[in-house]
């Protein structure tokens, strides 16, 4: 859209994205790593004409840093994760879930997974790999290796899979307990639960 506009080439924001000097982050946890999905906050921005590439990507990241206030970075630190971790499960609830309730409800799920060290098993980073939608993944997909194959490799993905909003983010430091291990949504969108792994492929079958 920027390039659209006029504001930037095309290309040329995500070409930057890739050199963005990290140790320039308000972040410390984004200095180690290579990648800025997931801490570019989705939001309205007003820009200048002559706003760079580092411009935006730092206005950016200023939004982000102010949205994520002292109090849940306590928060993060009560429950002994990194923001990175939050906002990594956030990208996932953004992709899985559509409404507040049921992210919520999947970030309990998933936070659970992860402490009794059961694979997570989510679509929304298997497609951030290969580019398909959910009813379209394959075996082989399943078995594709990648650090974001939730499928094969145990743990969170490597990082963010997509900019998550300030309500997934909310979920994930905020999960609801529940008795539910699975889930899966209908081709509509809704969100359907499970208390066992037999009850969640009789949700396959029906939804």
């Given at each position: 859209?920027?390039?659209?506009?006029?504001?930037?080439?095309?290309?040329?924001?995500?070409?930057?994205?890739?050199?963005?000097?990290?140790?320039?982050?308000?972040f410390?946890?984004?200095?180690?790593?290579?990648?800025?999905?997931?801490?570019?906050?989705?939001?309205?921005?007003?820009?200048?004409?002559?706003?760079?590439?580092?411009?935006?990507?730092?206005?950016?990241?200023?939004?982000?840093?102010?949205?994520?206030?002292?109090?849940?970075?306590?928060?993060?630190?009560?429950?002994?994760?990194?923001?990175?971790?939050?906002?990594?499960?956030?990208?996932?609830?953004?992709?899985?879930a559509?409404?507040?309730?049921?992210?919520?409800?999947?970030a309990?799920?998933?936070?659970k997974?992860?402490?009794?060290?059961?694979?997570?098993?989510?679509?929304?980073?298997?497609?951030?790999?290969?580019?398909?939608?959910?009813?379209?993944?394959?075996?082989?997909?399943?078995?594709?290796?990648?650090?974001?194959?939730?499928?094969?490799?145990?743990?969170?993905?490597?990082?963010?899979?997509?900019?998550?909003?300030?309500?997934?983010?909310?979920?994930?430091?905020?999960?609801?307990?529940?008795?539910?291990?699975?889930?899966?949504?209908?081709?509509?969108?809704?969100?359907?639960?499970?208390?066992?792994?037999?009850?969640?492929?009789?949700?396959?079958?029906?939804?």
């Open positions: 859209h920027l390039a659209e506009i006029g504001l930037i080439k095309a290309g040329e924001f995500f070409l930057y994205s890739k050199t963005y000097p990290f140790a320039n982050s308000p410390n946890a984004l200095q180690d790593k290579t990648r800025l999905e997931g801490w570019l906050f989705p939001d309205t921005y007003f820009f200048l004409k002559n706003d760079t590439p580092e411009k935006v990507i730092e206005k950016m990241l200023g939004n982000l840093e102010r949205k994520i206030t002292p109090e849940l970075r306590q928060e993060v630190e009560r429950q002994g994760r990194t923001i990175h971790e939050v906002l990594t499960l956030a990208s996932i609830l953004e992709e899985e559509h409404r507040g309730e049921d992210r919520k409800i999947i309990g799920i998933l936070w997974r992860l402490k009794k060290g059961m694979l997570l098993q989510v679509d929304a980073t298997l497609t951030y790999v290969t580019g398909k939608a959910s009813l379209s993944l394959t075996d082989a997909d399943l078995a594709k290796k990648s650090p974001y194959n939730t499928y094969r490799h145990k743990g969170l993905p490597l990082g963010p899979i997509s900019n998550p909003g300030l309500d997934s983010i909310n979920a994930a430091l905020h999960p609801e307990e529940t008795p539910y291990w699975f889930y899966l949504s209908d081709r509509a969108g809704k969100i359907y639960y499970a208390k066992t792994h037999e009850g969640h492929i009789a949700n396959k079958r029906k939804y």
